[in-house]
């Protein structure tokens, strides 16, 4: 079983910036592939990042490309996601999820964090 805790949502300003933090339970942390997600009201939700259990290959979704960086510290048992040169229509509740592999479908996720609210916004 692995737990996990999602934070470093809040409300900024278009161009702003915002870390986000997902901080993990279980002992097998550095095993899983990680993924960060989003959903907007109304939409469904997307792949923002995943990487793998080394961390050495990170995949990102086109519109967050050059401004999300997402990264993970195994002896932390946390996986970040940096995202810098924020837009309105980045505005949606951001999700961690653990897996076996990075994928962009959030079906091959086994477990999700609560989410954290992230508003971009003037």
């Known amino acids: 079983q692995v737990q996990l805790l999602t934070s470093g949502g809040g409300l900024v300003q278009p161009g702003g910036s915002l870390r986000l933090s997902c901080a993990t339970s279980?002992?097998?942390?550095?095993?899983?592939?990680m993924g960060w997600f989003r959903q907007a009201p109304g939409k469904k939700r997307e792949f923002v990042a995943s990487?793998?259990?080394?961390?050495?290959?990170?995949y990102y979704a086109d519109f967050v490309k050059g401004r999300f960086t997402m990264s993970r510290d195994n002896a932390k048992n946390t996986v970040y996601l940096q995202m810098n040169s924020l837009k309105p229509e980045d505005t949606a509740v951001y999700y961690c999820?653990?897996?076996?592999?990075?994928?962009?479908?959030?079906?091959?996720?086994?477990?999700w964090g609560q989410g954290t609210q992230v508003t971009v916004s003037s």
């Open positions: 279980g002992r097998t942390f550095s095993s899983y592939a």
């Open positions: 999820a653990a897996g076996r592999l990075a994928v962009a479908d959030p079906a091959g996720y086994d477990y």
């Open positions: 990487n793998n259990w080394s961390g050495g290959t990170t």
